[in-house]
């Protein structure tokens, strides 16, 4: 079953303006990572932040995780074309036996050139 | 260093068939988990091993089933192919469990096609 939801399902935006998509879940978390997919294919691992990490960056990338309010935030800054994707938020589980990643549904990002 | 490899790309099977896909994780990694991607149903956990064993398995039929070799690779079996095993699977594989769950890594996928 589903983690949770990301918000929104779908995206569009101008090539060079901000990108930002929401992520909720529902239960106690070890790690949250977003992945990005193109066109139905692999998965491409974006970023990982803990559960006792509030903030991570990586290049244009900025990952915000609130345990409070079971959320997290990703955004894109300056948006190329190429970064026109599926995005999907993973929650890593705490304990053995629980290092599957349970996914939400996806945010579809179009970036218009 | 080579990413998580997947074979075949794509595999087209009739209902009643078996089918088998092959997975070879990153270099070092002991752990490949399996998900299946099916449309409208999103990407579901499969099958998780790690040094051999099976760790976890998610909510599927045991006609679902796979196994780890020696060298890590790992292979996914679908017996009694129906319908609704059409989908993309992907194999991802992490370091091995230090306690805690860390980054995956994903195959570019197998897409199964079942008619």
């Known amino acids: 079953s589903q983690q949770g939801e990301e918000d929104p399902q779908a995206l569009s935006i101008q090539e060079g303006e901000n990108a930002t998509m929401n992520c909720s879940y529902k239960t106690s978390i070890n790690n949250l990572q977003w992945y990005r997919q193109n066109s139905g294919r692999g998965l491409v691992h974006l970023i990982l932040?803990?559960?006792?990490?509030r903030e991570k960056h990586s290049g244009r990338l900025r990952v915000t995780l609130d345990t409070s309010k079971k959320s997290s935030s990703l955004l894109i800054t300056a948006s190329r074309a190429a970064d026109t994707a599926s995005y999907f938020c993973a929650t890593g589980g705490l304990g053995a036996g629980s290092y599957q990643l349970t996914f939400g549904k996806g945010t579809k990002l179009s970036v218009i050139p | 260093e080579a990413g998580v490899t997947q074979s075949p790309t794509h595999l087209i099977k009739t209902r009643g068939q078996q089918a088998t896909l092959r997975c070879s994780p990153i270099s070092g990694h002991t752990s490949v988990y399996w998900y299946q991607q099916a449309l409208g149903l999103g990407l579901q956990f499969l099958l998780w091993?790690?040094?051999?064993?099976?760790?976890n398995r998610g909510n599927f039929p045991p006609r679902f089933s796979g196994r780890q070799f020696p060298n890590y690779s790992s292979e996914l079996n679908v017996n009694a192919l129906e319908l609704e095993d059409s989908a993309l699977y992907l194999c991802a594989s992490s370091w091995a469990t230090s306690g805690r769950s860390d980054e995956q890594f994903f195959g570019p996928g197998t897409r199964l096609t079942v008619l």
């Open positions: 091993y790690d040094e051999g064993e099976e760790r």
């Open positions: 932040i803990r559960s006792n990490e």
